[in-house]
């Protein structure tokens, strides 16, 4: 029950644009790590944050509506909250773009609550070579799907990583949601 869902269409690839130009509207700035750190060794990425209140507002009820959908279906996790903004990754080849095994759930008072977190495949496969994000929630290592648009769900205390880009420039879009400990 905790291997990854994905939805083959959450975003058109008209509105897989529209997030890229969001994400360029916003401003990209360098990763980070849970908690705050910045190691390039382990992730390489350039990162805007989008305002689900106000321009990306139709992004966040689309993504509520998925959650909502496979939380009752795949997980029951108790969810409260999204306590945090939605996150546009850009994963260039040039920096060698890349995120290395981690998970979500860690330090810090928000990061603490993350339970359920979810992966938007923002540009087009042939756009980029590597760039595959890996979950390893049962010793199996299992790639998402990469169609555009697609939408990857994993309990946030799942491995994953997103391998280096190796041609061309990979866009992702990832939710937390948020909730009391696991118990
Ligand atoms: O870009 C991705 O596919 C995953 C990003 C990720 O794991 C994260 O931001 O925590
Ligand atoms: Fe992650």
């Not at 944050?49 to 996790?77: C, K, P, Q, Y």
């Not at 969810?79 to 759930?105: C, K, P, S, V």
């Not at 495949?121 to 994000?133: H, I």
Request: negative net charge; charged residues 20%.
């Amino acid at each position: 029950m905790f291997v990854p869902v994905t939805l083959p269409a959450l975003f058109t690839p008209a509105e897989c644009d529209a997030l890229t130009a969001l994400g360029e509207a916003a401003g990209y700035d360098q990763g980070g790590l849970v908690g705050g750190a910045l190691l390039e060794n382990i992730r390489s990425a350039r990162i805007a944050w989008l305002d689900d209140a106000g321009s990306a507002d139709w992004v966040m009820e689309r993504i509520v509506a998925a959650v909502a959908e496979v939380n009752r279906t795949h997980f029951d996790f108790v969810l409260t909250d999204f306590a945090e903004r939605m996150q546009l990754a850009w994963y260039g080849e040039a920096q060698g773009g890349h995120f290395d095994w981690h998970t979500d759930i860690g330090d810090g008072a928000l990061a603490r609550r993350r339970k359920l977190t979810l992966v938007v495949q923002v540009s087009a496969p042939e756009a980029y070579e590597g760039g595959a994000l890996e979950t390893n929630a049962d010793a199996n290592i299992r790639s998402a799907d990469t169609a555009r648009g697609s939408a990857t769900f994993f309990p946030a205390f799942v491995l994953h990583r997103v391998t280096p880009v190796t041609r061309g420039a990979r866009h992702s879009l990832t939710t937390w949601v948020h909730g009391p400990a696991f118990r």
